[in-house]
């Protein structure tokens, strides 16, 4: 299977006063092309950091990460913004949709920053929307929509230009559990579907079940569970 992340010997650390706080320390980590991997671990024990490194939003103190194929820890910020576009789709706990636009146009501005006719990424835009079970919310502002529903309108806006690894940060974390469970759903349908990687963060043990793989940071070290 076509390796899609490799990350070797990579370690973090923040100062906090002049404490150096040893965040992550000397991982390995490799994920598959169709992969479905969570990530557990308590409170303030670097998933985020992990997962904002893995997404190129923070740099490593030292150590190589190459995603689909490409060393990116030296990249400069605007290539990376390039490079992210294209390759990596995000997901949060909180939806960070854009308020005056509508749900179709939020799906469909990804494709167009990165450069698809407006007509297009709209058209595309619907096909998503569709699929995820929400076009008939395609009109409406994401004030006027249900919080499962932005949230598949995130997953959209994630996917639309069909990135190598969708990168979610507890994507349940504010749903209830009938919701959160109808987004997990549609996850597992995604990755069978369009044979999508996933690495999710989450202190939700049902997706840590229901994941391939689970992986667990303790100490800054990385552990394979499952
Ligand atoms: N920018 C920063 N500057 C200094 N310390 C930071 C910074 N970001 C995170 N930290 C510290 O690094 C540690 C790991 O934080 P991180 O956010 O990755 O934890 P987490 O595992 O995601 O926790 P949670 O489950 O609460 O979201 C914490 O102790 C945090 O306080
Ligand atoms: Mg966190």
New binding site residues.
């Given amino acids: 299977m076509e390796t899609i992340i490799e990350v070797k010997d990579l370690s973090k650390s923040?100062m906090?006063g002049n404490q150096k706080?040893q965040?992550l320390k000397d991982i390995d980590l490799t994920v598959r092309r169709g992969e479905f991997i969570s990530l557990m671990?308590p409170?303030?024990?670097?998933?985020?950091?992990?997962l904002n490194i893995l997404g190129t939003m923070d740099a490593p103190d030292s150590g190589g990460i190459r995603i689909a194929g490409r060393e990116v820890t030296h990249m400069t910020e605007s290539r990376l913004a390039v490079f992210r576009l294209k390759h990596i789709g995000f997901v949060f706990q909180f939806h960070y949709l854009l308020p005056e636009f509508t749900i179709e146009e939020n799906v469909a501005m990804p494709l167009m920053i990165a450069g698809a006719r407006k007509a297009e990424a709209l058209k595309k835009s619907r096909e998503m929307l569709d699929y995820l079970g929400i076009a008939g919310r395609a009109h409406h502002y994401p004030a006027e929509i249900s919080g499962g529903e932005k949230q598949r309108t995130v997953v959209g806006r994630a996917l639309i230009n069909s990135p190598d690894i969708l990168l979610a940060d507890e994507p349940t974390g504010n749903l209830d559990k009938a919701t959160s469970a109808r987004v997990l759903e549609l996850f597992k349908k995604i990755q069978k579907d369009m044979d999508q990687t996933f690495f999710l963060?989450t202190?939700d043990e049902h997706i840590a079940g229901i994941a391939e793989i689970n992986y667990y940071?303790d100490n800054g070290k990385l552990i394979k569970k499952k």
């Fill in positions: 923040y906090s706080l965040v671990g409170s303030g024990s670097g998933k985020s950091t992990f963060v202190h940071l």
